[in-house]
T-cell receptor, first 116, second 111 residues
Framework: DTGVSQDPRHKITKRGQNVTFRCDPISEHNRLYWYRQTLGQGPEFLTYFQNEAQLEKSRLLSDRFSAERPKGSFSTLEIQRTEQGDSAMYLC??????????????FGNGTRLTVT | DQQVKQNSPSLSVQEGRISILNCDYTNSMFDYFLWYKKYPAEGPTFLISISSIKDKNEDGRFTVFLNKSAKHLSLHIVPSQPGDSAVYFCAARGSNYQLIWGAGTKLIIKP
């Protein structure tokens, strides 16, 4: 169990540029989640995959955001035409079942995005 | 609307004493509650959880209490240790199995 891996750890980009983040979940986990966290707030749900199917998207997720999970393994989160308000920590998590005492979410260390 | 609230942004406790972190929620349909701990530059890590059908769950130095009538849960850490200094998040599981998170409480353990 190597844990959830996210790449890059930090990304600085200029407003209007596109960025893509990658998440590699724990290998046997079929559920993968993307969250966004800003300073002083808890993680905010963005979207969720079960295997390769994207089952839920937050209504907060604008059409500039897109996520994929080809073949049900790693996932990518792309933000197009970045805005300063997109600056945040983007967290990926995985689990083997719905969140419960024996299947808690396992988080990666996040990608910190700064839009200048 | 904040369905899960952690009203104390920070808490300072002497090493060896009890730390009590609080969490309030508004949705009586939440069926499961979790506490996560987060160190700087790391993702949150699972600490302890409780089902809505229980009122207490204990794991070593950590105990979570649930008061459903008050829609309140608390995390007790005893004795507190320097390594417990972190941000603690309370999360609740809703009907769609998604987690709703509080804003976190920063716990500082003083030597």
């Amino acid at each position: 169990d190597t844990g959830v891996s996210q790449d890059p750890r930090h990304k600085i980009t200029k407003r209007g540029q596109n960025v893509t983040f990658r998440c590699d979940p724990i290998s046997e986990h079929n559920r993968l989640y993307w969250y966004r966290q800003t300073l002083g707030q808890g993680p905010e749900f963005l979207t969720y995959f079960q295997n390769e199917a994207q089952l839920e998207k937050s209504r907060l997720l604008s059409d500039r955001f897109s996520a994929e999970r080809p073949k049900g393994s790693f996932s990518t989160l792309e933000i197009q035409r970045t805005e300063q308000g997109d600056s945040a920590m983007y967290l990926c998590a995985s689990s083997s079942q719905v969140p419960s005492y024996n299947s808690p979410l396992h988080f990666g260390n996040g990608t910190r995005l700064t839009v200048t | 609307d904040q369905q899960v609230k952690q009203n104390s942004p920070s808490l300072s406790v002497q090493e060896g004493r009890i730390s009590i972190l609080n969490c309030d929620y508004t949705n009586s349909m939440f069926d499961y509650f979790l506490w996560y701990k987060k160190y700087p530059a790391e993702g949150p890590t699972f600490l302890i959880s409780i089902s809505s059908i229980k009122d207490k769950n204990e794991d070593g130095r950590f105990t979570v209490f649930l008061n459903k009538s008050a829609k309140h849960l608390s995390l007790h850490i005893v004795p507190s240790q320097p390594g417990d200094s972190a941000v603690y998040f309370c999360a609740a599981r809703g009907s769609n199995y998604q987690l709703i998170w509080g804003a976190g409480t920063k716990l500082i353990i003083k030597p």
